[in-house]
């Protein structure tokens, strides 16, 4: 009887040592996963800020571009105005300015035979 007690108290340490193996063992993995998490929170926190500061600087250039744009059309505008103005303002289309300005070599020409005695 007494060495079946000590055979069973042998398997039972064995089992308890086994027991704590296991515990610790499961223990060491769940602190390895915790920290994963924790690193993998971090990560996606600081990608959530980089992502927002990316779209206000794009909603900053979108505004920049959308003014840019407004100013060169409006400068686009006057000058297109100040143009035709200049066409209309009485330059006739005999006169050496205009014709060069036009890029009109047959206008040019016809300017330059019309006026060769002046």
Do not use: P
Not at 55 to 74: G, M
């Amino acid at each position: 009887a007494f060495t079946l007690l000590d055979a069973q108290r042998g398997v039972l340490e064995k089992c308890t040592l086994q027991w704590k193996e296991l515990t610790d063992h499961y223990a060491s993995l769940e602190e390895s996963l915790q920290k994963k998490f924790e690193e993998l929170a971090e990560k996606e926190k600081n990608l959530e800020l980089k992502t927002k500061e990316t779209e206000e600087l794009l909603d900053k250039r979108e505004q920049s571009i959308e003014s840019n744009e407004e100013t060169y059309l409006a400068r686009l505008e006057e000058q297109k105005n100040a143009a035709l103005a200049a066409i209309e303002s009485g330059k006739s289309e005999n006169s050496l300015k205009f014709l060069c300005e036009k890029m009109d070599a047959e206008g040019l020409w016809r300017f330059i035979v019309e006026r060769r005695k002046d």
